[in-house]
Nanobody, 123 residues
């Protein structure tokens, strides 16, 4: 079984930065695509960013382009989400997802999911 554990969430002021981490265990991490999703109170879960197994391809939702960066370290079985210039509307629980298919990951159909980490951005 794969386990994903997110960390790095917290309270930050608008225009501040946070770096989320998602540590994977239980499988060969390097052969899987990874993604970040978020769910704000009262809203549906939405795609944030995804990265291919080798890190060569990255995808972002429009609202975070230029502010967020997804990256991975296969030696550490960890994917990161660097979030800069945070806005109050970025407040949400952030989840990481893992799947062999990058398309499935981007579409929210990843096989494995973490339990999430809360990011709160104050104005």
């Amino acid at each position: 079984q794969v386990q994903l554990v997110e960390s790095g969430g917290g309270l930050v002021q608008a225009r501040g930065s946070l770096r989320l981490s998602c540590a994977a265990s239980g499988r060969t991490f390097s052969s899987y695509a990874m993604g970040w999703f978020r769910q704000a109170p009262g809203k549906e879960r939405e795609f944030v960013a995804a990265i291919s197994w080798d890190g060569d391809s990255t995808y972002y939702t429009d609202s975070v382009k230029g502010r967020f960066t997804i990256s991975r370290d296969n030696a550490k079985n960890t994917v990161y989400l660097q979030m800069n210039k945070l806005k109050p509307e970025d407040t949400a629980v952030y989840y990481c997802s893992l799947d062999r298919s990058l398309l499935a990951t981007r579409q929210g159909r990843g096989t494995y999911w973490g339990k999430g980490t809360l990011v709160t951005v104050s104005s």
